[in-house]
């Protein structure tokens, strides 16, 4: 039987995370995870900026089509700070992550955390006291020692590279791929497809019976006549 699995993904650190490599393809992330695990649900948590009009329609798009797919997703509008004579955009979502940890830590048995920020070390922490099996998933480099220690098991996301990441695809295929990276996925060659000829079809053979052709009857010749013959 397949244990229940919670999926926790800070999309701001996963955008760092994949800015200098591969895109990840999140349906495939999805069904990858689900061979292994009973999902209970998958949170990806992000931030959304309305000010930027282009970008926030192309954003809640990909966000609408997650939550298509099976994700619970999580927005939180940037907040503007002064800083002197400049703003500062900020958004954190490490609170809303930790909330829902805590608050549905009873409806599965194994979090995954897609993140390789430090501050959530307590958390795991606290949830492996409450018997859950903690998994981090980050890259190299991009991962905090004290997030791996804290872990039951740290996997290396280029370890799923072949399992998760986008393919080459048709310009027409909506990929779950964020938005400021489907610039890096191949667009596949069109393939033509050849019309082949109509095949001819044979003449069809009339089988009906013909009634059989009469042969002219053939006429007899007349009868000779015996002559009787004088035996005296």
Same mark, same amino acid.
């Given at each position: 039987?397949?244990?229940?699995?919670?999926?926790?993904?800070?999309?701001?650190?996963?955008?760092?995370?994949?800015?200098?490599?591969? !895109?990840?393809?999140?349906?495939?992330?999805?069904?990858?995870?689900?061979?292994?695990?009973?999902?209970?649900?998958?949170?990806?948590?992000?931030?959304?900026?309305?000010?930027?009009?282009?970008?926030?329609?192309?954003?809640?798009?990909? %966000?609408?089509?997650?939550?298509?797919?099976?994700?619970?997703?999580?927005?939180?509008?940037?907040?503007?700070?002064?800083?002197?004579?400049?703003?500062?955009?900020?958004?954190?979502?490490?609170?809303?992550?930790?909330?829902?940890?805590?608050?549905?830590?009873? %409806?599965?048995?194994?979090?995954?955390?897609?993140?390789?920020?430090?501050?959530?070390?307590?958390? %795991?922490?606290? %949830?492996?006291?409450?018997?859950?099996?903690?998994?981090?998933?980050?890259?190299?480099?991009?991962?905090?020692?004290?997030?791996?220690?804290?872990?039951?098991?740290?996997?290396?996301?280029?370890?799923?590279?072949?399992?998760?990441?986008?393919?080459?695809?048709?310009?027409?295929?909506?990929?779950?791929?964020? !938005?400021?990276?489907?610039?890096?996925?191949?667009?596949?060659?069109?393939?033509?497809?050849?019309?082949?000829?109509?095949?001819?079809?044979?003449?069809?053979?009339?089988?009906?019976?013909?009634?059989?052709?009469?042969?002219?009857?053939?006429?007899? !010749?007349?009868?000779?006549?015996?002559?009787?013959?004088?035996?005296?």
């Amino acid at each position: 039987m397949k244990k229940i699995a919670a999926l926790f993904l800070d999309a701001e650190n996963l955008f760092f995370t994949q800015k200098n490599g591969w !895109p990840i393809d999140f349906e495939r992330l999805y069904a990858f995870f689900a061979q292994h695990y009973s999902i209970y649900n998958a949170f990806y948590y992000t931030v959304v900026d309305p000010s930027n009009e282009e970008n926030y329609e192309e954003k809640n798009q990909f %966000l609408d089509a997650l939550a298509l797919e099976g994700y619970t997703v999580r927005r939180k509008l940037v907040k503007l700070i002064r800083a002197g004579d400049k703003m500062i955009r900020k958004g954190n979502v490490d609170i809303e992550m930790v909330v829902d940890m805590f608050n549905t830590r009873d %409806l599965y048995d194994v979090v995954i955390l897609f993140s390789g920020d430090s501050d959530f070390e307590r958390a %795991l922490e606290l %949830l492996r006291t409450y018997g859950k099996e903690v998994l981090v998933v980050s890259a190299k480099g991009s991962v905090a020692k004290e997030l791996i220690n804290a872990a039951d098991k740290y996997i290396d996301l280029e370890q799923l590279k072949d399992e998760v990441s986008a393919k080459p695809a048709p310009a027409d295929k909506k990929l779950l791929v964020m !938005p400021k990276l489907r610039q890096n996925v191949t667009v596949s060659a069109p393939v033509k497809v050849e019309t082949a000829p109509a095949p001819v079809k044979a003449p069809v053979e009339n089988n009906a019976k013909r009634p059989p052709r009469r042969r002219p009857a053939r006429r007899r !010749p007349p009868a000779k006549k015996v002559q009787d013959v004088d035996t005296k």
